[in-house]
């Protein structure tokens, strides 16, 4: 089982799902999102076209963008 993908900010409710994460023993993968740049770009928006954090990718490739 592939590690579930979190792109985040390191503060908010990204870090609330790291804690809950840790807590449940899931793997995950913190991809770290620069709120000022990255977040606005193209290459997020295909990801989230809110362009908001967090967005997990499960392993079969669901992404969910509301937590």
Same mark, same amino acid.
């Given at each position: 089982?592939? #590690?579930?993908? !979190?792109?985040? %900010?390191?503060?908010?409710?990204? /870090?609330?799902?790291? &804690?809950?994460?840790?807590?449940? $023993?899931? #793997?995950?993968? !913190?991809?770290? %999102?620069?709120?000022?740049?990255? /977040?606005?770009?193209? &290459?997020?928006?295909?990801?989230? $076209?809110?362009?908001?954090?967090?967005?997990?990718?499960?392993?079969?490739?669901?992404?969910?963008?509301?937590?």
């Amino acid at each position: 089982m592939e #590690p579930i993908l !979190l792109y985040g %900010v390191p503060a908010g409710s990204s /870090m609330g799902l790291v &804690a809950a994460f840790e807590c449940l $023993g899931q #793997p995950y993968r !913190l991809c770290r %999102v620069d709120m000022l740049t990255e /977040m606005k770009n193209d &290459a997020y928006a295909s990801i989230n $076209g809110r362009q908001e954090t967090p967005v997990l990718i499960a392993d079969e490739g669901r992404v969910l963008t509301e937590t």
